[in-house]
């Protein structure tokens, strides 16, 4: 499974970096996609990086990006906003292409982590 860090409360404006981290095998074979859930809403896809590193990026403010040597993906976070609050998930998929944003085609999701963005 994945695990989500990086997490936290951020004032409007700012930046945060969030990671997903798996296992090499997940990385070597799967596509990674990240998703929020806000209060009261469905969980909605925001970015989606290939295995090979190609991205696909929902909003212009995020940056989504993979390391493979340290099995881990990120999604920089810029210009954050009030309503990007809310829980932020990555899952594997086999493909973004045929995949992303639709949650039920993803897998392994992880725990979870919790981003605030308030004054």
């Known amino acids: 499974y994945l695990v989500e860090s990086g997490g936290g409360l951020v004032q409007p404006g700012g930046s945060l970096k969030l990671s997903c981290k798996g296992s090499?095998?997940?990385?070597?074979?799967?596509?990674i996609g990240w998703f929020r859930q806000a209060p009261g809403k469905e969980r909605e896809g925001i970015s989606c990086?290939?295995?090979?590193g190609s991205a696909t990026n929902y909003d212009g403010r995020f940056t989504i990006s993979r390391d493979a040597a340290k099995s881990t993906v990120y999604l920089q976070m810029n210009s954050l906003k009030s309503e990007d609050t809310g829980i932020y998930y990555c899952?594997?998929?086999?493909?973004?292409?045929?995949?992303?944003?639709?949650?039920?085609?993803?897998?392994?999701w992880g725990q979870g982590t919790q981003v605030t963005v308030s004054s």
């Open positions: 899952a594997a998929t086999s493909s973004c292409w045929n995949h992303f944003p639709n949650p039920d085609s993803f897998r392994s």
């Open positions: 090499e095998d997940t990385f070597e074979y799967y596509a």
């Open positions: 990086v290939s295995i090979r």
